[in-house]
């Protein structure tokens, strides 16, 4: 393993502090590494393979694409990319759907659609776009234009104007910040990489109806917590609203490298030809993934599970959370929790993969748990065993 960390670290730029394990296969919720290490995965690639490793059906869905056709431009059509937006526009609520490579691009095409949706409205190029402070939308420059952490930023200023940002959850510091150039109120349904904070209900139904009466798009960055991560195949049907554009990526291709915005008829025409476009976008070996994902949540009954394992999970971080004066909070839904610590969680997660365990952490204080959405309740109590031990070796090496 040495040997393929050494080499990697000299040919790979230096964007990431990789944990020192070269990692080789993977079967339901368990990674191995190139020693035959076990590892539990309460990662699953950040929130990215929903159906677990290995799937069979869905290996086997993309092998007999591979042998019919992975890419055409999308100058012609494809059966895959039909039945994918088929599926997605039905579990999304949307009319109209675009295809893209990743969660960021997803974002830029959300951003250009608000955009040209003023533009043609008004006949003016002058529209501001309200995000919200510690969100995350990705790391290119339009995406990280409206990403609220001052740190991912200030590196590769100048970004794209006409942002504007303000505290989530402050429907008074929203309302302070709307003006008649406003185009969009863009958030996270549930803020995942800023500490897992979902929307307080009122605030997120307040927002939706600021909206409508003012003729302000609202688009919901679901890339996280979307595709039934919280329980809902979106996480905005808790909330009993819809957005006007939605976008989607991570466990939507299960693996696939593939994103999407979503929009409303009346809103997603605003793009006309020439308006967008990509050359990988929509192909049919991503395509035929997607469809193949909405088809395996239905079989496998991917929603029930959430909820009755999810709820289990949360059960015992709460017991967890009681049982130690280092933990500070727990928040989130479904199966994406954010457990806060009083100090950084970092040593804590160290050691969870010395013991087998795969944790990340969302900021420096907060564990979060993004387990596959197939994970049991013994994948529950295993993960637990695991954490108390390291939680307490973390309390013993700080005292
Ligand atoms: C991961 C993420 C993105 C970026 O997606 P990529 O596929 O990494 O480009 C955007 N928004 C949210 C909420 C995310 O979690």
């Known amino acids: 393993m040495e040997n393929i960390i050494n080499q990697q670290e000299q040919v790979l730029m230096h964007t990431y502090q990789r944990y020192p394990v070269v990692l080789d296969h993977g079967e339901g919720v368990y990674l191995y590494d190139t020693n035959g290490k076990k590892y539990l995965d309460f990662a699953s690639g950040i929130a990215v393979f929903a159906l677990g490793y290995a799937n069979q059906e869905y290996n086997n869905a993309l092998k007999s694409q591979i042998d019919k056709l992975i890419h055409t431009t999308n100058y012609f059509y494809n059966e895959p990319a039909l ?16 295809f893209t490579n990743s969660g960021t691009e997803a974002i ?26 510690h969100s995350f939308h990705g790391r290119s420059m339009g995406a990280l234009s409206v990403t609220g952490t001052k740190k991912y930023r200030e590196a ?22 709307i003006s008649d150039k406003t185009c969009a109120i863009l958030m996270e349904t549930v803020q995942g990489e800023g500490g897992i904070y979902p929307a307080d209900p009122e605030y997120l139904k307040e927002v939706r109806k600021i909206c409508d009466d003012l003729g302000i798009l609202l688009i919901l960055d679901e890339i996280q917590c979307g595709m039934g991560r919280c329980g809902t195949m979106f ?15 991570k466990a939507l291709g299960c693996g696939m490298p593939v994103g999407a915005f979503a929009a409303k008829e009346l809103v997603a025409n605003a793009l006309e030809p020439g308006d967008h476009g990509t050359t990988y976008g929509g192909n049919p070996l991503a395509t035929a993934a997607v469809a193949k994902v909405f088809d395996l949540f239905e079989q496998e009954q991917i929603l029930v599970n959430v909820k ?29 929790y954010g457990l806060e610590f009083a100090n950084p969680v970092k040593d804590i997660i160290s050691k969870a993969l010395e013991k087998n365990l795969i944790l990340i952490s969302a900021g420096t204080n ?17 993960m637990i065993t695991i954490l108390k031990e390291c939680i307490s070796m973390a309390e013993l090496i700080s005292c």
């Open 156 to 177: 590769f200023e100048p970004l794209i104007g006409g942002v504007v940002f303000v505290p989530y959850n402050n429907l008074e510091e929203l309302k302070s910040k």
């Open 235 to 249: 996480a905005y049907e808790q909330y009993g609203i819809f957005p006007d554009i939605v976008t989607t990526a």
């Open 83 to 98: 039945a994918a937006a088929k599926k997605l526009t039905k579990a999304s609520g949307m009319d109209r759907v675009f």
């Open 366 to 382: 907060v564990i979060r748990f993004l387990p596959a959405l197939i994970i049991e309740k013994k994948h529950v109590d295993e």
């Open 308 to 336: 009755e394992v999810g709820d289990y999970l949360q059960e015992k971080l709460l017991d967890l959370m009681n049982e130690n004066q280092s933990i500070i909070a727990l928040r989130g839904k479904g199966m994406m």
């Open 108 to 133: 830029e095409g959300a951003i250009k659609l608000a955009r040209k949706y003023y533009y043609k409205k008004f006949g003016k190029a002058d529209s501001e776009i309200i995000a919200m402070e």
